[in-house]
C-alpha cells in the first residue's frame, strides 16, 4: 500500500515541476520563426502596372525586421516611398502575422501613420504573398492579396555601399578595421530627456549599419551604407561613411567622426562639424559597449 502511495506522490510532484516552469519554449520556438523567416525573406520583390512598378525590401536589422516601399515610373525612377516595422504577431518560418507601422519624411512629418494595420507575409518560392488585411491603418503595398517577385537586381533604397564612400572620401590613408572594433555595438543614452537606444554593426567589408531607436511613439532611424577609415594615431581612427534610410528615400548621409577605444568599448566623437548628421544625432561623443 505505501509502496502504491508513493507512486502517486512522485507523480503528482512531477506534474507540479512541470506547471511550474514558465513557457518559454512557446516563446523560444516563436523566436526561432521569426528569426528564420527574416533569413528566408530577405530581399527585394516587385510587382508592376502600366505605371511603373514596387519594390518591396524586406531588410532584417539587428533581430528586427523593416520594409522599404519604394515606387518607380516606367524608366526606373524613384517618386515615392515609405518605410514601414513589421512587428511579429504569430507565424512560421514561411508564413508570419504582422502589426505594420510605417512613417516616411515625405508624410505626417515624420512621424507614424494614423491607424491600425495588420496583414500576413508569406514566403513562397522567389516570391511573397501579402494578404489578410484588417484594420484601418494604411497597407503594406495593397489592402487586396498581392504577390511579388524576388529578383535580386532591382532597385534598392541603399544604393550606397564601401565603394561609394571610397570614391567620396578616396583611399588615401585607409586602413583596415581593427579586429577588436569589428561587431555590433550598442549605445543607451538619455536625448530631450528619453531614452535613445543605437546599434552599430561594423563590418570587415566597410558595410555600415545603424540603428536609432527612440520612445515608442517615434519611429526609429534605420540606415545602411558604407564606411572608411584612417588612422590619426595608434590608437584613434577617422571613420567617414555614406548612408541613406528607407524614411528618406535615397537621399545621402555622410560625414566623419573620430573613433577610438577606452579599453572597455567603443568611442564615437564629434570632429566639429557644423552639421552633425545623422550618426552623432546632435551629441559630441557616443559611448558604445561590444554585444556581439
Same mark, same amino acid.
Given at each position: 500500500?505505501?509502496?502504491?502511495?508513493?507512486?502517486?506522490?512522485?507523480?503528482?510532484?512531477?506534474?507540479?515541476?512541470?506547471? @511550474?516552469?514558465?513557457?518559454?519554449?512557446?516563446?523560444?520556438?516563436?523566436?526561432?520563426?521569426?528569426?528564420?523567416?527574416?533569413?528566408?525573406?530577405? !530581399?527585394?520583390?516587385?510587382?508592376?502596372?502600366?505605371?511603373?512598378?514596387?519594390?518591396?525590401?524586406?531588410?532584417?536589422?539587428?533581430?528586427?525586421?523593416?520594409?522599404?516601399?519604394?515606387?518607380?515610373?516606367?524608366?526606373?525612377?524613384?517618386?515615392?516611398?515609405?518605410?514601414?516595422?513589421?512587428?511579429?504577431?504569430? !507565424?512560421?518560418?514561411?508564413?508570419?502575422?504582422?502589426?505594420?507601422?510605417?512613417?516616411?519624411?515625405?508624410?505626417?512629418?515624420?512621424?507614424?501613420?494614423?491607424?491600425?494595420?495588420?496583414?500576413?507575409?508569406?514566403?513562397?518560392?522567389?516570391?511573397?504573398?501579402?494578404?489578410?488585411?484588417?484594420?484601418?491603418?494604411?497597407?503594406?503595398?495593397s489592402?487586396?492579396?498581392?504577390? &511579388?517577385?524576388?529578383?535580386?537586381?532591382?532597385?534598392?533604397?541603399?544604393?550606397?555601399?564601401p @565603394?561609394?564612400?571610397?570614391?567620396?572620401?578616396?583611399?588615401?590613408?585607409?586602413?583596415?578595421?581593427?579586429?577588436?572594433?569589428?561587431?555590433?555595438? &550598442?549605445?543607451?543614452?538619455?536625448?530631450?530627456?528619453?531614452?535613445?537606444?543605437?546599434?552599430?554593426?561594423?563590418?570587415?567589408?566597410?558595410?555600415?549599419?545603424?540603428?536609432?531607436?527612440?520612445?515608442?511613439?517615434?519611429?526609429?532611424?534605420?540606415?545602411?551604407?558604407?564606411y572608411?577609415?584612417?588612422?590619426?594615431?595608434?590608437?584613434?581612427?577617422?571613420?567617414?561613411?555614406?548612408?541613406?534610410?528607407?524614411?528618406? !528615400?535615397?537621399?545621402?548621409?555622410?560625414?566623419?567622426?573620430?573613433?577610438?577605444?577606452?579599453g572597455?568599448?567603443?568611442i564615437?566623437?564629434?570632429? !566639429?562639424?557644423?552639421?552633425?548628421?545623422?550618426?552623432m544625432?546632435?551629441?559630441?561623443?557616443?559611448?558604445?559597449?561590444?554585444?556581439?
Amino acid at each position: 500500500m505505501n509502496r502504491v502511495f508513493n507512486k502517486i506522490l512522485i507523480c503528482f510532484a512531477a506534474v507540479l515541476m512541470l506547471c @511550474s516552469f514558465p513557457p518559454v519554449h512557446a516563446e523560444s520556438t516563436v523566436d526561432n520563426a521569426f528569426k528564420a523567416f527574416m533569413d528566408n525573406g530577405a !530581399g527585394r520583390f516587385y510587382t508592376a502596372d502600366e505605371d511603373g512598378f514596387i519594390v518591396l525590401e524586406l531588410i532584417p536589422a539587428f533581430g528586427k525586421l523593416f520594409a522599404s516601399s519604394a515606387y518607380y515610373t516606367k524608366e526606373a525612377s524613384l517618386y515615392s516611398y515609405f518605410a514601414s516595422e513589421l512587428l511579429p504577431l504569430t !507565424g512560421s518560418p514561411t508564413s508570419f502575422v504582422f502589426n505594420i507601422r510605417s512613417f516616411s519624411n515625405m508624410s505626417r512629418g515624420g512621424n507614424y501613420w494614423e491607424g491600425e494595420t495588420r496583414q500576413r507575409l508569406s514566403l513562397q518560392p522567389y516570391s511573397v504573398l501579402i494578404s489578410d488585411y484588417h484594420g484601418d491603418g494604411d497597407p503594406l503595398i495593397s489592402k487586396k492579396p498581392v504577390l &511579388l517577385i524576388k529578383q535580386d537586381d532591382l532597385p534598392t533604397i541603399f544604393p550606397y555601399n564601401p @565603394s561609394s564612400v571610397q570614391k567620396m572620401y578616396g583611399n588615401t590613408g585607409t586602413t583596415a578595421l581593427p579586429e577588436y572594433l569589428k561587431g555590433v555595438w &550598442l549605445a543607451s543614452l538619455m536625448s530631450n530627456g528619453s531614452k535613445v537606444t543605437v546599434n552599430l554593426s561594423l563590418e570587415s567589408d566597410g558595410t555600415m549599419t545603424l540603428l536609432r531607436e527612440p520612445p515608442n511613439n517615434y519611429p526609429p532611424i534605420l540606415a545602411k551604407g558604407g564606411y572608411v577609415l584612417s588612422q590619426d594615431s595608434e590608437d584613434i581612427f577617422t571613420l567617414c561613411y555614406l548612408v541613406s534610410s528607407p524614411s528618406h !528615400g535615397t537621399m545621402p548621409y555622410d560625414g566623419c567622426v573620430k573613433l577610438w577605444s577606452d579599453g572597455i568599448g567603443m568611442i564615437l566623437e564629434d570632429k !566639429g562639424e557644423e552639421f552633425r548628421y545623422l550618426l552623432m544625432m546632435g551629441k559630441e561623443h557616443i559611448g558604445f559597449e561590444k554585444i556581439r
